[in-house]
């Protein structure tokens, strides 16, 4: 007589079953159901328009259909369900679940966060041999998904750097990690006085060039490929970093800053405006789920304002102005304590 499997053990071998999310991202990353709908439903010909082997994709089709994905037909070949016409193309997930995409290639470092709990490091890095930022700028193919993935606008209050910081007094302003240049389009559109530079890296530098362009500021705005670990663009008036060092863990962050006070050199200053990753959600669960997927992506762990200027201080910064505080982001204006400009930037923290 076969032996009860108990309740509770059938449940926790279905939490840990990671062939359901497997079987139903390589669907979508191969187009199973456009390829369904455009008529061609049997295991050989789907094979063929996928660019896949013949005998593992008669096994996926074979288990989508377990898992109601797709179903049978009379004839030997298949059809999607409900659900499973959910992933043709337009239709709103297959993109986002596509491993080959950006989010998809995202998710899927998500089943390696034990490179994280092991070395502090990115899931994403340890399955991608490059950090999140570095990897989807390298290649081309991402600049357009890049595009639609971004926002336009100003997000995580990032309005506040326009309005509260005094810019009356600035010329020349760097945005060091500033993305497609949305806060210098808000900056320079705001206060004509001003000129921006922004250093990012390739697709991102393209992206922005096209948009400085279309928001007519290409005369006053650049964009610079460039690197934070390395030498900055020297003697502006204000370097601003915006949301960037949520993403690394203190001794990046570090880095970062004494790269930014070296380029500051004896004028300039930093205006950090940090953004805290770890929100507080109504929900718990979300809010546990939320911490661990940023985790997998990025090194950040998340910061408020103390923990800011505690980095700050190990970058030998003074704070000189500071904004309130809210639960997303902090704003402070740094300046180099005299003599620590030029200390060594890479000695870590
Ligand atoms: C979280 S985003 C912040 C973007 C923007 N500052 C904002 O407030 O929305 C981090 C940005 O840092 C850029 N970045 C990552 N590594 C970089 C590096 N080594 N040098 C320059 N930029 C980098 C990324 O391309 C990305 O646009």
């Given at each position: 007589?076969?032996t009860e499997i108990?309740?509770?053990?059938?449940d926790?071998?279905?939490?840990?079953?990671?062939?359901?999310?497997?079987?139903?991202?390589?669907?979508?990353?191969?187009?199973?159901?456009?390829?369904?709908?455009?008529?061609?439903?049997d295991?050989?010909?789907?094979a063929?328009r996928?660019?896949?082997?013949?005998?593992?994709?008669?096994?996926?089709?074979?288990?989508?259909?377990?898992?109601?994905v797709?179903?049978?037909?009379?004839?030997?070949g298949?059809?999607?369900?409900?659900?499973?016409a959910?992933l043709?193309?337009?239709?709103?997930?297959?993109?986002a679940?596509?491993?080959?995409g950006l989010?998809?290639?995202?998710?899927?470092?998500t089943?390696?966060l034990?490179?994280?709990?092991?070395t502090?490091?990115?899931?994403?890095?340890?399955v991608h041999?490059?950090?999140?930022?570095?990897?989807?700028?390298?290649?081309?193919?991402?600049?357009?998904q890049?595009?639609?993935?971004?926002?336009?606008?100003?997000?995580?209050?990032?309005?506040?750097?326009?309005k509260?910081?005094?810019?009356?007094?600035v010329?020349?302003?760097?945005?060091v990690?500033?993305?497609?240049?949305q806060?210098?389009?808000?900056?320079?559109s705001?206060?004509?006085?001003?000129?921006?530079?922004?250093?990012?890296l390739?697709?991102?530098?393209?992206?922005?060039?096209?948009?400085?362009?279309?928001a007519?500021l290409?005369?006053?705005?650049t964009?610079?490929?460039?690197?934070?670990?390395?030498?900055?663009?020297?003697?502006?008036d204000v370097?601003?970093?915006?949301?960037?060092?949520?993403?690394?863990?203190?001794?990046?962050?570090?880095?970062?800053l004494?790269?930014?006070?070296?380029?500051?050199?004896?004028?300039g200053?930093?205006?950090?405006?940090?953004?805290?990753?770890?929100?507080?959600?109504?929900?718990?669960a979300?809010q546990?789920?939320?911490?661990?997927?940023?985790?997998a992506?990025?090194?950040g762990?998340g910061?408020?304002?103390d923990?800011v200027?505690?980095l700050?201080?190990?970058?030998?910064l003074?704070i000189?102005?500071?904004?309130?505080?809210?639960?997303?982001?902090?704003l402070?204006e740094?300046?180099?304590?005299?003599?620590?400009?030029?200390?060594?930037?890479?000695?870590?923290?």
């Open positions: 007589m076969a108990p309740p509770q053990v059938r926790l071998l279905k939490k840990a079953d990671l062939l359901p999310p497997t079987a139903i991202r390589i669907a979508a990353t191969l187009r199973i159901a456009d390829h369904i709908a455009d008529g061609v439903r295991p050989a010909g789907i063929e996928a660019g896949a082997q013949r005998v593992p994709m008669e096994r996926l089709l074979r288990y989508l259909a377990t898992i109601d797709l179903c049978e037909t009379d004839d030997g298949y059809d999607v369900t409900g659900t499973g959910l043709r193309s337009g239709a709103g997930l297959r993109e679940l596509d491993i080959d989010m998809g290639r995202g998710e899927s470092a089943p390696f034990l490179h994280t709990l092991r502090g490091k990115s899931a994403y890095a340890g041999g490059r950090e999140y930022w570095e990897d989807v700028n390298a290649e081309p193919v991402f600049r357009e890049l595009k639609a993935l971004g926002h336009s606008g100003l997000a995580w209050e990032g309005e506040r750097i326009v509260e910081y005094p810019w009356s007094g010329g020349h302003v760097v945005d990690g500033g993305n497609k240049g806060l210098l389009i808000a900056l320079l705001e206060f004509s006085h001003l000129r921006g530079t922004l250093v990012e390739p697709n991102l530098v393209e992206l922005a060039t096209e948009d400085f362009a279309r007519g290409q005369d006053r705005c964009a610079v490929v460039g690197d934070f670990f390395a030498e900055l663009p020297a003697g502006a370097y601003v970093l915006s949301g960037v060092l949520a993403d690394w863990d203190d001794e990046d962050a570090v880095r970062i004494r790269r930014c006070a070296e380029a500051c050199g004896t004028r200053r930093i205006l950090l405006a940090d953004i805290d990753l770890v929100l507080d959600m109504p929900d718990p979300d546990a789920a939320a911490e661990l997927r940023t985790m992506t990025v090194p762990i910061r408020d304002v923990g200027k505690e700050a201080g190990r970058a030998g003074d000189t102005w500071e904004g309130e505080a809210s639960a997303i982001r902090s402070l740094l300046t180099p304590r005299t003599g620590t400009a030029q200390a060594a930037p890479d000695g870590g923290a």
